[in-house]
């Protein structure tokens, strides 16, 4: 089936969609300022990650507690400093002293493929964990502990992608908007296309470069952490990372959508600031509040279910352990059901907006227009 405009036959629906998505994905790879800012954020990502590897890097070995059962197990490994103690009682005891990091014990009663558990006191020992060719149990003598350093790292940077992306992207397509309403472009892409094709096809485009966007930014990570034997972090950020490209894929199509609505509103670029600062403030605040009250687990929790804040809180949660099992897939319903309300809204505020020249629609207007 194909949709007709004035006895005209146009494209049909996914071809109308994708026509307006490959106009938007072609100008931005065309645009010499995109690509250098791509190029140097990936730089600047992995200039950080190589960096905060090689500091942290030091030539201690790690100190390990071990009983005469479990002494082979680390034998011969030049990063680890063991120490003998003569039962798994006292290895902890020295664990809760902080005499060693860690302490490998034989195991209690149960179907574990090892010989051994890892004891830690409050923080899992990621760098030994991830140098056996699988993971041991761990055991924590103590709760509530993490790297605080590594736990802020974490957050600022879930927090830096996230933002930079969604501002940098929401801008444009504003921007985009604003520019075919006044050069009259509109008009010209509506005759054929219907308005909200129009719009699906500037969220997909768009969102398909800045998934594209996360996409090389964790290949980058991955491969610092990697080049810095950094294989621990690397491994305990993999599920985190990939929750958080899912987060971030419905995070985006919610704003980006607002982002348009937003921009529909105007029609001279100077006043595009104007309709878009409230929607600025809504990635901007939960970043901050994320990352300021990274170490308070209960204002973690409720950000986490907060739709503008999912998509770095709740990756963050999963990365230190808090979270149960149900709590990624309950927020990202969450999150997802906002996401088809803000398309709708966005859409109306879009249709009723897009051919309306001069003075700034007010909200009010835009909403109940065409009622």
């Known amino acids: 089936m194909t949709a007709t405009t004035g006895g005209v036959r146009g494209p049909g629906t996914a071809r109308a969609v994708w026509l307006v998505a490959e106009r938007e994905i072609g100008s931005k790879l065309r645009s010499k300022a995109f690509v250098i800012s791509t190029c140097i954020l990936l730089l600047v990502a992995l200039a950080g990650v190589l ?135 509109v008009e010209i892409l509506i005759s054929a296309i219907p308005v909200r094709l129009l719009l699906a096809g500037k969220v997909i485009g768009n969102t398909v470069l800045a998934m594209g966007q996360i996409l090389l930014l964790v290949a980058v990570a991955a491969i610092g952490l990697s080049v810095t034997g950094q294989g621990g972090v690397l491994g305990g950020l993999t599920g985190p990372l990939i929750w958080f490209a899912v987060f971030f894929l419905f995070g985006f199509v919610l704003l980006a959508a607002l982002f348009a609505a937003a921009g529909a509103m105007v029609s001279r670029q100077e006043d595009v600031g104007a309709t878009t600062a409230p929607l600025t403030m809504l990635i901007v605040l939960p970043y901050f509040l994320v990352i300021f009250l990274n170490d308070n687990p209960f204002a973690l929790d409720v950000l986490s279910y907060v739709p503008f804040s999912a998509p770095v809180a709740m990756p963050l949660r999963i990365y230190l352990g808090q979270v149960q099992w149900w709590e990624p897939a309950l927020s990202l319903v969450i999150l997802v059901a906002t996401c088809v ?31």
Do not use: C
Request: aromatic share 6%; glycine share 10%; charged share 20%.
């Open 51 to 185: 960096v905060g590897g090689f500091v942290s890097k030091s030539p201690e070995r790690t100190p390990v507690a071990v009983t005469s059962e479990t002494a082979s197990v680390v034998a011969g490994r030049d990063d680890i400093q063991t120490k003998t103690v003569a039962t798994p009682a006292a290895a902890r005891a020295l664990v809760r002293s902080g005499d060693v990091d860690a302490a490998l014990v034989p195991k209690p009663q149960g179907d574990s493929p090892f010989d051994f558990v890892v004891v830690a006191k409050d923080t899992v020992p990621q760098a030994l964990v991830a140098s056996f060719s699988q993971g041991p149990p761990v055991i924590l003598l103590e709760h509530g502990g993490q790297n605080d350093l590594l736990r802020y790292l974490v957050a600022v940077g879930f927090g830096v992608v996230f933002l930079v992306a969604a501002s940098l992207f929401g801008g444009t397509i504003a921007q985009s908007v604003v520019e075919e309403k006044s050069t009259r472009v």
């Open 341 to 371: 309300a803000a398309i709708w809204v966005g859409s109306r505020i879009y249709r009723n907006s897009l051919l309306r020249m001069g003075a700034r629609v007010k909200l009010s207007e835009a909403l109940s227009a065409g009622r």
